[in-house]
Nanobody, 115 residues
Framework: QVQLVESGGGLVQAGGSLRLSCAASGRIDSINAMVWYRQAPGKQRELVALITTGGSTNYADSVKGRFTISRDNAKNTVYLQMNSLKFEDTAVYYC?????????WGQGTQVTVSS
């Protein structure tokens, strides 16, 4: 099995920055891509950013140019650097990965952006 634990969320003013972390443990040999999702109240969960084992990345249009996903393979950790935060970025942020058998989710970390 794989365990994912997110951290780094909090309260920040619009225009500020936060750095989220997701630490993976367990049977991680088969992990390929790591993904950040978010879910705001009353909205569907949406994909925010993705990074493959080879380092290629993809972003939602709403965060391009502001968010950066990266990974430290030695620490089995993926990061989401969030700059120029907007009120609409307020959500619970989740990390996610898959192996051949199933999908794995962390518990989520709350990000709140105030004006």
């Amino acid at each position: 099995q794989v365990q994912l634990v997110e951290s780094g969320g909090g309260l920040v003013q619009a225009g500020g920055s936060l750095r989220l972390s997701c630490a993976a443990s367990g049977r991680i040999d088969s992990i390929n891509a790591m993904v950040w999702y978010r879910q705001a109240p009353g909205k569907q969960r949406e994909l925010v950013a993705l990074i493959t084992t080879g380092g290629s990345t993809n972003y939602a249009d709403s965060v391009k140019g502001r968010f950066t996903i990266s990974r430290d393979n030695a620490k089995n950790t993926v990061y989401l650097q969030m700059n120029s935060l907007k009120f609409e970025d307020t959500a619970v942020y989740y990390c996610n990965t898959q192996d051949w058998a199933q999908s794995y989710w962390g518990q989520g970390t709350q990000v709140t952006v105030s004006s």
